[in-house]
């Protein structure tokens, strides 16, 4: 869906920056490229295409921000949300798997839920739902920026950089970090599913 190097290419920092913004708390955001972005960006700032310093400050920064917008508007607009009908910006079913999420796991999901696509989208606006004490889900929010802000841009910088001849792979990486995103949701889902048919 997305020619990600093709973004960063193009956009460079600032695309990277306003793209981790929307995907960590703007309910729209939740179809956009996290953890591959994050991951690719560090890859290609080994190769020089982008500064990994101000990658992973702007990252870091963005991510918890991102957050802490959906928090406010979680807060504001309450179980409105859960009424609203799905569209091209938004998926009920997304933010009913994050609710699950989030009632399952509480504030710790607000670090988990940094590294599982939509469900990161949605889990911040949940807590300001929940009205969580802000100051307990600024800790949390802080705490999975910097995990997953910083980890990921790293990985792939120290990837590139370590690795002779590393760009020639850098597709089937980028598909191997997708998967490994959506198999927190893959799997129960395709245990609800085989459940379904033995019933």
Known sequence: ?????????????????????????????????GDSLLFTAG?????????????VIATIIAAILGDSVGYWFGRKVGPMIFTRPDSRWFSQERLNDAHVFFEKYGAKSLILARFIPAVRT????????????YGKFLTYNVIGGLLWGGVLPLAGYFLGAKIPG?????????????????LPIAVPLAKHWFAKRRS
């Open 166 to 182: 590393a760009e020639r792979y850098v597709t089937l990486i980028i598909l191997f970090i997708i998967f490994l995103s959506v």
């Open 1 to 33: 869906m997305f020619d990600i190097e093709s973004i960063i290419t193009i956009t460079g920092l600032v695309g990277v920056t306003a793209i981790v913004f929307a995907e960590s708390g703007l309910f729209f955001g939740f179809f956009l490229p």
């Open 43 to 55: 890859f290609l700032a080994s190769q020089g295409v982008i500064p990994i310093t101000p990658l």
């Open 122 to 133: 949605f889990t911040p606006i949940l807590a300001g739902v929940g009205r969580m004490q």
